[in-house]
């Protein structure tokens, strides 16, 4: 029965191929419901075209004298036979679609696995490390205040502050739109207080302190993944979640941004548990950069 489910499957992604411009019509309309899986509308469409002998409905249903192999029945089907049949028709589907699924994420496992094999014990070495600090010091969002800020045509600036893991932290922020949703975003230190930032994350990196502190500017590009509303100017954008690209540090570590203008506040969320120690190292000014093993 499930090959012949497959047939009809095919039969009608036939149809609905030879069909798909046009808009008018009970039998369009009905096909034109199986092309986007509304199997409902479908059949109270198509039944009653099928019902009075209409070839082109009976074949989209699968059922009538225009199905090859079609044996009349002692009644004429009812629109009730036809829903089943396409319930069927629907299990058939779903578990096809299921199957591919399945082997599509066997195959990037296996990928995955591959790729794993052939890297180097110390980079497998560093991974576990990194699955390991991760695990014994979880990153929760780093939740900060917005206050001084400033919108513009093209971006915005603004400075922030909050406080996480016992560490007071504050810095500045600005963000000036240059393609499409892609950003240059610059965060400036804002004295001493910007300290605060790079003892959390030198903490959830399990690295010490030591003697860096904070750039005066640290350049990243920023690309807006979510805006609301859309499709406005951004001065009249509520809230934005970005990815950060430290595309100047060593191994580009990455980290998302979430800004919620109407609330005044923000979150800086873990892209990438192996990404830590390169984000300590990326707040840094340069001369401490060069000094800082990692």
């Not at 396409?86 to 082997?103: D, E, H, K, N």
Request: hydrophobic letters at 40%.
């Amino acid at each position: 029965m499930l090959d012949r489910f497959n047939t009809n499957i095919a039969t009608v992604a036939l149809i609905v191929g030879l069909t798909g411009g046009a808009i008018a019509g009970q039998f369009e309309d009905g096909v034109e419901a199986l092309g986007r899986g509304d199997y409902p509308t479908a059949t109270r469409l198509l039944g009653p075209l099928a019902e009075k002998g209409d070839t082109r409905a009976q074949i989209a249903l699968g059922v009538g004298p225009a199905v090859k192999g079609y044996t009349p029945p002692s009644t004429s089907v009812s629109p009730f036979g036809i829903y089943l049949i396409f319930v069927a028709i629907i299990l058939a589907v779903s578990g096809a679609t299921y199957a591919r699924l399945r082997l599509q994420i066997q195959n990037r496992r296996i990928r995955r696995d591959e790729f794993l094999t052939q890297l180097p014990p110390e980079v497998h070495a560093e991974i576990n490390h990194a699955r390991q600090i991760a695990a014994e010091r979880p990153w929760t969002p780093i939740a900060f205040k917005l206050d001084s800020i400033e919108m513009t045509d093209r971006g915005m600036r603004f400075h922030a502050n909050g406080e996480h893991l016992g560490h007071a932290f504050s810095f500045g922020l600005a963000l000036t739109m240059s393609y499409g949703p892609v950003a240059v975003c610059e965060w400036y230190r804002d004295g001493d207080a910007s300290e605060g930032l790079i003892d959390i994350l030198a903490y959830l990196a399990g690295v010490p302190r030591g003697d860096s502190h904070f750039d005066e500017l640290v350049k990243t590009s920023l690309i807006i993944l979510r805006a609301a509303p859309p499709n406005v100017p951004f001065a009249q954008v509520a809230s934005l979640r970005c990815k950060v690209f430290f595309e100047f540090t060593e191994d580009n570590p990455e980290i998302y941004l979430d800004l919620d203008f109407a609330e005044k506040t923000g979150l800086i969320r873990e892209k990438n548990p192996m990404d830590r120690k390169r984000l300590v190292y990326a707040f840094q000014a340069n001369d401490q950069r060069e000094s800082t093993p990692l």
